[in-house]
């Protein structure tokens, strides 16, 4: 494989997957108070979502510095000549802009593309194991990225949440602010539409939420690839995972727990699933 996949810990790949798959992961920041800890690193998630219920104050996030991308680029650039960076949405966080800065800067002979996934967890990771399994197949470079669009164009997300009131504090809720005025006793349906946070659907339950997420998977069948997603609450990912396992019984689907950024900003109780149609 010559071209070599870079995304970041937004995507929620699982860490033994990246490893296996040798994808790097560069790590955004999660901040309690003065406190720093880079997101699957210093943090894990289980202590990171314990940490978040009981402080008084929400944490902050940030987006690796130029110099870290620059630094992984640098070394990668030692053994890859192509290389393709993709990220979380540049709507979302200013991840995209410290790899193209990093980019410009890089002295190296590789060749590096920077690619904004208009996706985020999940969705980008569909995106990044779409890059890899393209890498992997012997394409170059330039057929990568145009897997890459093909699959950016293709992968569709749905998000079951408890509530809205962390994208609203961290400043990520998008559109979805439209539901904000009709919240109780509803569970918000969120997707991802150009970028952004996107409301989709208003449900009166977890469980109903839960059937509606299997109805709108299966209006997506065929698909390629599917991952689950979780914050806090496995058994019901496994279950849901196991429900539309039946959809798809030729398809493995990945099982992920979402990381400390992307928590930071959707909060405890949160199922999610990202699929590629086709």
């Known amino acids: 494989m010559t071209v070599k996949i870079v995304t970041d810990s937004t995507s929620d790949i699982p860490p ?4 296996e798959l040798g994808i790097t992961v560069v790590p955004l920041n999660v901040h309690f108070g003065t406190d720093v800890f880079k997101d699957g690193i210093d943090i894990k998630p289980d202590e990171f979502y314990g940490k978040l219920v009981s402080s008084s104050r929400l944490p902050t996030t940030s987006q690796p510095s130029v110099g870290d991308f620059l630094s992984i680029y640098d070394e990668l650039g030692k053994e890859h000549k192509e290389i393709v960076s993709i990220h979380i949405s540049g709507k979302l966080s200013g991840t995209l802009n410290s ?6 800067q890089y002295s190296g002979d590789a060749r590096i593309e920077a ?3 208009k996706h985020g967890s999940i969705g980008l990771a569909m995106v990044a194991l779409a ?3 393209a890498a992997s197949d012997g394409l170059g470079l330039d057929e990568v990225i145009k897997e890459i669009q093909s699959a950016i164009n293709e992968v ?15 400043g990520r809720i998008g559109k979805a602010q439209a539901f904000m005025g009709s919240m109780l006793k509803i569970k918000p349906i969120l997707t991802v539409r150009d ?3 996107f409301p989709l659907e208003k449900i009166r339950s977890r469980n109903k939420g839960i059937d509606r997420i299997c109805e709108l998977v299966k209006l997506c069948l065929p698909v390629s690839g599917m991952c689950v997603a979780y914050t806090t609450t496995p058994d019901d990912a496994k279950d ?4 539309l396992q039946e959809l798809i019984p030729n398809e493995k689907i990945i099982l992920s727990q979402v990381g400390p950024v992307v928590g930071t900003h959707s909060g405890p109780g949160v ?3 990202a699929l590629r149609k086709g």
Request: charged share 30%; proline share 0%; no cysteine.
């Open 16 to 19: 033994s997957l990246a490893e």
């Open 99 to 104: 790899a193209t800065q990093a980019k410009e």
């Open 115 to 117: 690619i904004d996934s």
């Open 131 to 133: 890059a890899h399994k």
């Open 156 to 170: 569709e997300f749905f998000a079951l949440v408890d509530t809205l009131e962390y994208l609203e504090k961290g």
């Open 195 to 197: 970028g952004e946070v």
């Open 240 to 243: 849901l995972s196991d429900r």
């Open 271 to 273: 199922l999610a699933v």
